[in-house]
């Protein structure tokens, strides 16, 4: 079946350094995208989301970036904080019916102080 | 905002028993409810959607006779892990959507997640 899937599974950046996260997607009928910080034994937390017809939208200090030509979504993380160290996750909808999420396999991002 | 809360936050049970976890939208009504487990460091697999007032729609591969879902209220679906085996030792998060929410995307809040272990 169609899934979204990530290119890196563990990204370390040093502090105050801009984070990038990739995702790639795989079904082009998906109608949004979503993406999640899971802290450790928490549940994931919304960052921000983009329409599958917006190209780049912009929240406090992060960037989602949609490529739908080559099915790639990106999130960009600017400063990034120790605190910022979690798993990011990013998801697609399908718009009707339930609205189910369906989460990529995540990527680990881990903040060197 | 909207929160979901789910209870119990950890449980250890020994094989054979069955557990029942709820989840709850705390301020804010949802028809629909959705449960997900997740295995150490994977992603969260959708197990089945909950709607209020009827039969839940599991997904493939996930056993309605096992992992018994009802949706009695606006306000609470619950989760039943029956005859629990090692294997169904887990992480499990719930979310919920907003009824007549009118927000264009992500009408989902996620609950902090219920710890399974099973002995």
């Known amino acids: 079946g169609e899934s979204v899937g990530l290119h890196l599974p563990t990204l370390s950046v040093q502090e105050g350094d801009n984070s990038i996260i990739n995702c790639a997607y795989s079904?082009?009928?998906?109608?949004?995208f979503i993406w999640y910080k899971q802290e450790s034994g928490k549940g994931p937390q919304f960052i921000i989301d983009?329409?599958?017809?917006?190209d780049k939208r912009q929240g406090q200090r992060v960037t989602v970036l949609l490529n739908k030509t080559v099915k790639h979504l990106s999130l960009q993380i600017a400063a990034t904080q120790p605190g910022d160290s979690a798993v990011y996750f990013c998801?697609?909808?399908?718009?009707?019916?339930?609205?189910?999420?369906?989460f990529g396999t995540g990527t680990k991002l881990q903040v060197i102080p | 905002g909207a929160v979901v809360s789910q209870h119990p936050s950890r449980v250890i049970c020994k094989s054979g028993t069955s557990v029942k976890i709820e989840c709850r939208s705390l301020?804010?009504?949802?028809?629909?409810m959705f449960w997900y487990r997740q295995f150490p460091k994977q992603s969260l697999m959708l197990m089945a959607t909950?709607?209020?007032?009827?039969?839940?729609?599991?997904e493939q591969g996930v056993e309605k006779d096992k992992f018994l879902i009802n949706h009695a209220s606006l306000t609470l679906s619950t989760l039943t892990v029956t005859s629990a085996h090692p294997e169904d030792s887990s992480f499990y998060i719930c979310?919920?959507?907003?009824?007549?929410?009118?927000?264009?995307?992500?009408?989902?809040?996620f609950g902090p997640g219920t710890r399974l272990t099973v002995l």
């Open positions: 979310s919920a959507r907003e009824f007549g929410n009118r927000k264009s995307t992500d009408t989902q809040y």
């Open positions: 079904n082009s009928a998906s109608d949004y």
């Open positions: 983009i329409r599958s017809n917006m």
């Open positions: 998801a697609e909808v399908l718009s009707g019916g339930y609205q189910k999420v369906t």
């Open positions: 301020d804010f009504q949802a028809t629909t």
């Open positions: 909950s709607n209020e007032g009827s039969k839940a729609t599991y």
